[in-house]
Every structure is written in structure tokens, then in C-alpha cells.
């Protein structure tokens, strides 16, 4: 069992920055895949940006070169450092981790105003 708990979202102007973070229950280094999507309305959940135990990572195209996902060297948080906002970025951003199993947190809010 993981449980992760995300904060750090809110409301930005374009051009703006937030970082999320994601708590997780137990070491992230026991983790296969550590990660996070986004859901925005209308809109399926999509790939934002992944982290494996060994610290490969992965981003979606629309965040390249704005958005860095990253952790520390010991501890449980994850990080989701997200600059360059645009308003298209807004969306509900959700923790995943996987390890056997699927784990999802319960969303943070990101709201960019253009």
C-alpha cells in the first residue's frame, strides 16, 4: 500500500511558476514509477512527467524544457517544479506511483490565468 498526498497547486498568472510536491507513505526509492498526470475538464487524464527508482525520467512533449520533476536524495517527496506556466496547463495534477499496483493521490488544483 502507498498513500500520496499532493500539494503546492493554486492559482498563477501565465508566465508564472508553482511547484508540487507528493508525499508518499513510505520511501519513493521502493517505488517502481513515481509520477504525475493531469486532468483537465473535458479532457482525458494524460502523462505529465514520471521518475523511476533510479531517477529516469520522462515528460510529456506540451512540458519539455518548462516542467522538471525531481526528489531528493533520501525521503518521500517528489517534486514537480513547473515554470513557463500557460493557461493551457491548466488542470487537476494527481500523484501516481506504481509498484504492483497503481496508486493515485487525490489531485491538487493548478489554475493559469492568461
Known amino acids: 500500500q502507498v498513500q500520496l498526498v499532493e500539494s503546492g497547486g493554486g492559482l498563477v498568472q501565465a508566465g508564472g511558476s508553482l511547484r508540487l510536491s507528493c508525499a508518499a507513505s513510505?520511501?519513493?526509492?521502493?517505488?517502481?514509477?513515481m509520477g504525475w498526470y493531469r486532468q483537465a475538464p473535458g479532457k482525458q487524464r494524460e502523462l505529465v512527467a514520471t521518475?523511476?527508482?533510479?531517477?529516469?525520467?520522462n515528460y510529456a512533449d506540451s512540458v519539455k524544457g518548462r516542467f522538471t520533476i525531481s526528489r531528493k536524495s533520501a525521503g518521500n517527496t517528489v517534486y514537480l517544479q513547473m515554470n513557463s506556466l500557460k493557461p493551457e496547463d491548466t488542470a487537476v495534477y494527481y500523484c501516481?506511483?506504481?509498484?504492483?499496483?497503481?496508486?493515485w493521490g487525490q489531485g491538487t488544483q493548478v489554475t493559469v490565468s492568461s
Open positions: 501516481h506511483a506504481f509498484t504492483r499496483f497503481a496508486y
Open positions: 513510505r520511501s519513493i526509492f521502493s517505488i517502481d514509477f
Open positions: 521518475i523511476t527508482s533510479g531517477g529516469i525520467t
